[in-house]
């Protein structure tokens, strides 16, 4: 998706994806991913993930939207400092450090701490060729990661993303150079992905784990 859409999307609040806890497949952390080593949440919105994620281990997100990164902190009642750093503006308190701007113009240095990744809506936010550069992207950025994905399925003549469908298959060619493992699978028909309906005749969201 452009950037464009996403910034019309935080600024007539339309966020259907937002959710108002912290996942239940980070909480029940099923591989024993979590841990203290700082983490990386590319995409990351205002997710409750973020703080979560935070009680455990430094994080650090990358979010293109101002609106996202001011609200996440007041919201949270969080008091951040702010530096303005070439094309990013760093928003920061002492377990939480947000470059808002592109991810794709992110470099390495920028997330240089980080071993794991966390990855809720991000991927499946993205168009297919965007997927491509976007995983490209993670692996310029970290050569070593150990990565939770959320990604979600569903029959794709019955509606268009975002949140787009992103199949068993196309995981495993995506990160064809990685360990990949699915490690669960939830049934949300008929349940709608956050604060939106879904009609489709099913909604699977599948929780991954993905080293290199
Ligand atoms: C579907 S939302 C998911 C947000 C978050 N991961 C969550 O679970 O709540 C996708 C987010 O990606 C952000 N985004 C889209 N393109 C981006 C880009 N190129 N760089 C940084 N953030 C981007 C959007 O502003 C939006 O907040």
Same mark, same amino acid.
């Given at each position: 998706?452009?950037?464009?859409?996403?910034?019309?999307?935080?600024?007539?609040?339309?966020?259907?994806?937002?959710?108002?806890?912290?996942?239940?497949?980070?909480?029940?952390?099923?591989?024993?991913?979590?841990?203290?080593?700082?983490?990386?949440? =590319?995409?990351?919105?205002?997710? =409750?993930?973020?703080?979560?994620?935070?009680?455990?281990?430094?994080?650090?997100?990358?979010?293109?939207?101002?609106?996202?990164?001011?609200?996440?902190?007041?919201?949270? *009642?969080? *008091?951040?400092?702010?530096?303005?750093?070439?094309?990013?503006?760093?928003?920061?308190?002492?377990?939480?450090?947000?470059?808002?701007?592109?991810?794709?113009?992110?470099?390495?240095?920028?997330?240089?701490?980080?071993?794991?990744?966390?990855?809720?809506?991000?991927?499946?936010?993205?168009?297919? =060729?965007?997927?491509?550069?976007?995983?490209?992207?993670?692996?310029?950025?970290?050569?070593?990661?150990?990565?939770?994905?959320?990604?979600?399925?569903?029959?794709?003549?019955?509606?268009?993303? =975002?949140?787009?469908?992103?199949?068993?298959?196309?995981?495993?060619?995506?990160?064809?150079?990685?360990?990949?493992?699915?490690?669960?699978?939830?049934?949300?028909?008929? *349940?709608?992905?956050?604060?939106?309906?879904?009609?489709?005749?099913?909604?699977?969201?599948?929780?991954?784990?993905?080293?290199?």
């Amino acid at each position: 998706m452009q950037q464009d859409f996403w910034l019309q999307c935080w600024q007539q609040n339309q966020l259907g994806w937002q959710q108002d806890d912290a996942h239940p497949l980070l909480r029940a952390d099923p591989s024993d991913w979590l841990n203290s080593s700082p983490v990386f949440v =590319p995409l990351c919105g205002k997710s =409750p993930d973020l703080l979560f994620l935070a009680q455990q281990a430094p994080v650090v997100g990358a979010e293109l939207s101002e609106i996202a990164c001011r609200d996440f902190f007041a919201e949270n *009642q969080l *008091q951040a400092t702010l530096n303005q750093s070439d094309v990013f503006v760093c928003y920061e308190t002492e377990a939480i450090r947000l470059w808002q701007g592109d991810f794709f113009a992110l470099r390495p240095e920028q997330v240089a701490e980080c071993r794991r990744i966390y990855d809720r809506a991000a991927l499946i936010a993205l168009p297919a =060729p965007m997927r491509r550069d976007y995983v490209r992207q993670l692996r310029a950025l970290m050569p070593a990661a150990d990565m939770l994905l959320l990604s979600l399925e569903y029959p794709v003549a019955e509606k268009n993303g =975002p949140p787009f469908s992103v199949p068993v298959e196309e995981i495993s060619e995506l990160f064809g150079f990685a360990q990949v493992t699915l490690l669960q699978q939830r049934d949300l028909t008929g *349940q709608g992905f956050a604060r939106r309906r879904f009609e489709t005749s099913s909604l699977i969201e599948t929780c991954w784990r993905i080293r290199w």
